[in-house]
């Protein structure tokens, strides 16, 4: 879990509070433009990954209409899972393309950008409920 300190870093996390506003506000436009539901982990994966990714995205609310972006940034590992509805919007090659440009963010050292491009792209190929 994430927790927002008084300062400008976030207490055990990756982000600054800054880059959880940001975040937090791509969440909620590609929800809102899409009708899908997204969600962000970023954490240590079990083995095997897709399996663990998959598990994360069935605890989803409305898990048929999400979609999740699983990453291990330590373990250099990406898994976008989607519902079984958000998949008829968002097809593999949509989702394989989002995490190469994600990927390419992350390996210039930047996770949060990486990640609020992938929700913008998803968000975009899924187009408007």
């Given amino acids: 879990m994430v927790h927002a300190s008084s300062g400008n870093e976030v207490e055990d996390g990756p982000f600054t509070t800054r880059q959880l506003l940001r975040l937090d506000e791509a969440l909620r436009v590609a929800d809102e433009s899409t009708g899908l539901t997204f969600s962000v982990y970023i954490g240590e994966f079990e083995t095997p990954t897709r399996e663990f990714a998959e598990k994360l995205a069935a605890q989803v609310k409305d ?16 898994e976008i899972v989607t ?16 995490g190469l440009s994600m990927s ?25 409920s």
Avoid: T
């Fill in 104 to 128: 390419a963010a992350f390996a210039g050292g930047d996770l949060a950008g990486g990640v609020m491009a992938g929700l913008d792209q998803l968000a975009s190929h899924a187009g408007r």
């Fill in 63 to 78: 898990a048929d209409n999400a979609v999740l972006l699983a990453i291990s940034p330590n373990q250099r590992k990406l």
């Fill in 83 to 98: 519902g079984s509805q958000a998949r008829k919007r968002i097809s593999d090659r949509d989702a394989k393309l989002a």
